[in-house]
């Protein structure tokens, strides 16, 4: 198996104006493109070249030690990316059946978001904050530079199955928001795909 570059499910301009044409297309052309390189050349003559992005990511315990660290970045970095395009559509609202679970874990939408806000502007450093699914229970967390909560306590330190998630690397929203990384983390709100969110929950 190769990785290949996913294509976006709307133009680079299509996130516009809570997320810029600029840094939406060096985000997917250059940065995810440069994960998926790296993972493929990483990868050649390997047991784990026909691992899908998830099976790779959740076997991370097997890889070798001197491919270890370049597939926990670069792999992580694909998977990380491939399920961040897909949450993200303008104009989708929160089913019933989302916004009844997250009002159970969160107590309401708004102090939910609030949460979220708080631990994602918080967060020192590169990486992301993800809303997770395990045992039936949501709850938000955090991970360093690519790392997914898919890895498991013992190498990203938090677990579950990821529903919800926002990169906080500053190459996702420097060039418009600068170092206002609460202004961006607000405007993500705008371009969540609630739809595709709904879906990770109920699979």
């Not at 993800?130 to 967390?141: E, G, P, T, Y």
């Not at 199955?161 to 600068?178: F, N, R, S, T, V």
Request: hydrophobic share 35%.
């Amino acid at each position: 198996m190769t990785y290949e570059l996913p294509q976006l499910p709307y133009e680079y301009h299509g996130l516009e104006p809570y997320f810029d044409t600029t840094t939406m297309t060096i985000h997917h052309t250059k940065h995810h493109q440069n994960y998926v390189n790296n993972a493929n050349i990483a990868l050649q003559y390997t047991k784990f070249s026909n691992y899908s992005i998830d099976n790779l990511i959740t076997s991370l315990h097997e890889v070798p030690s001197d491919k270890y660290m370049i597939l926990r970045n670069n792999c992580g970095g694909h998977a990380n990316h491939s399920f961040f395009w897909k949450i993200l559509k303008i104009g989708t609202t929160m089913d019933t059946v989302l916004k009844k679970n997250i009002e159970n874990n969160f107590d309401s939408i708004e102090n939910f978001k609030k949460i979220f806000e708080k631990i994602a502007v918080n967060h020192f450093g590169s990486g992301w904050v993800w809303l997770v699914k395990k045992n039936d229970i949501l709850s938000i967390v955090t991970t360093m530079n690519q790392d997914n909560p898919l890895m498991g306590i013992q190498i990203a330190g938090v677990s579950g199955k990821p529903i919800l998630g926002l990169d906080l690397w500053e190459h996702a929203y420097y060039l418009k928001y600068q170092n206002q990384r609460i202004n961006y983390i607000k405007s993500f709100w705008h371009v969540v795909n609630w739809d595709m969110v709904l879906e990770n929950f109920i699979s």
